[in-house]
């Protein structure tokens, strides 16, 4: 004889009831309790009971405006207006940038600071506080959230940004967490701006619904994402995916790093290790021996680094990303060359368009509005 499955509580239900309420405001600006129990399926007599306990803790409102046309009038019921933001930031080469989105993810501000490619931690640090400063002022409610994408890589377990040798954009170990933490009541979420790129284009890009694949950004800097069964990978201290020191074929045929091959190619920014991203768009145009020379030499060596990293997460699919990886004749030399290989896996160019804050903004939004519905029962 089985035993019967215990009954929901009746304070359980209510939860349930508020949170239903909540999420379906967050989808559309203003609703009726009628138009809201129609999307939930919920009766209409739960629903009103719900939206009274949200407008008593404050998280709901009346707009005031009422429904016209035959039969009773319904009143107009939205979010409330000061239930805060959540701060995006990106961290790059070429300065902060940072917008205030809301609970339905519409933009309320936006900031941006410079900093060189050699700024250091503290010229960092004091331009992020100072975008966060700026638009906490203005934030209704306040910031309740951020979510930051650095172009260094991120230790997993702290947020704090992993000084490595030889990276392109050195920063020190920027805490951003502890930076924010006057302008941001509640949780920071870092990554590396690879991986948030790799979110992206598994939400609405090129691998839309693939559940393992490999992003590899080739950039004026070098990395790579690990996606395996939908999650990215970040690894022990959130280094997974740093692949500017993979030994690879050098344009000569011997092995050297792959972040060398640019120095042997004439191909880095002067004084850093960065990739000069231009000057390799220049070099790889057209049919004449430097260029067929330069996109074979870029086809070996990445093809290298793939061959090693298809062999260890052995992906789906490819996706290549970054200001000169998605090159027309660097992508088709690329996929020429590693379709030669013992294990081709099909390679296919980034289509989202900045994929790090694309990806950065929506777990923004989803966490802010997870805070929101939280704070209906905060005892709960």
């Known amino acids: ?37 129609a999307l939930t399926g919920i009766s209409k007599p739960t629903i ?48 902060v940038s940072a917008q205030a989105v809301d609970v339905h993810g519409q933009t309320l501000g936006e900031a941006r600071a410079d900093l060189d490619r050699n700024a250091g931690e503290h010229r960092a640090a004091d331009a992020l506080a100072q ?16 979510v930051v994408s650095a172009a260094d890589p991120v230790d997993r377990t702290t947020g704090r940004l992993v000084q490595l040798p030889d990276a392109p954009f050195l920063v020190g170990e920027l805490d ?16 590396n701006d690879v991986n948030w790129a790799a979110r992206a ?11 393992d694949f490999v992003y590899v950004h080739l950039g004026e800097g070098l ?48 004084g850093s290790t960065a990739v000069d991203a231009a ?23 990445v093809g290298g680094v793939l061959t090693a990293v298809v062999s260890l997460t052995d992906p789906e699919l490819i996706v290549i990303g970054g200001e000169w990886g998605r090159h027309p004749g660097v992508t088709a030399a690329i996929d020429a060359h590693f379709a030669r290989g013992p294990r081709p896996v099909r390679i ?5 368009t900045a994929p790090e804050l694309t990806a950065a903004r929506s777990r923004a939004v989803e966490e802010l509005r997870s805070l929101i519905v939280r704070s209906a029962h905060p005892g709960g």
Do not use: N
């Open 223 to 270: 990395g790579c994402a690990v996606v395996t069964d939908g999650a990215v990978r970040r690894g022990r201290r959130g280094l997974a995916g740093e692949i500017a020191h993979v030994s690879t074929a050098g344009p000569d045929g011997t092995a050297m790093p792959l972040t060398e091959v640019f120095a042997v190619l004439g191909l880095r920014r002067p």
């Open 48 to 95: 009103s009971d719900g939206v009274q306990r949200l407008v008593r803790a404050g998280l709901v409102v009346d707009t005031g405006e009422r429904t016209t046309g035959r039969g009773r009038a319904g009143s107009y019921h939205s979010l409330a207006p000061r239930l805060g933001l959540a701060l995006v930031a990106s961290i790059s080469p070429y300065g």
């Open 176 to 191: 951003p967490p502890a930076v924010l933490d006057p302008y941001v009541a509640g949780p920071v979420l870092v990554d």
């Open 131 to 146: 975008v966060a400063g700026r638009l906490g002022q203005t934030a209704p409610g306040g910031l309740r959230t951020a």
């Open 348 to 352: 296919a160019a980034a289509s989202v």
């Open 279 to 301: 000057a390799l768009a220049t070099a790889v145009e057209g049919d004449g021996e430097r260029a067929r020379e330069v996109r074979d030499a870029l086809a070996r060596a």
């Open 1 to 37: 004889m089985t035993s019967a499955k215990p009954k929901p509580s009746l304070e359980m239900l209510r939860d349930l009831t508020d949170e239903h309420v909540l999420r379906t405001l967050m989808d559309h600006p203003r609703l009726t309790r009628a138009e809201i129990a």
């Open 201 to 211: 284009e598994r939400h609405t890009g090129c691998a839309a619904g693939v559940d």
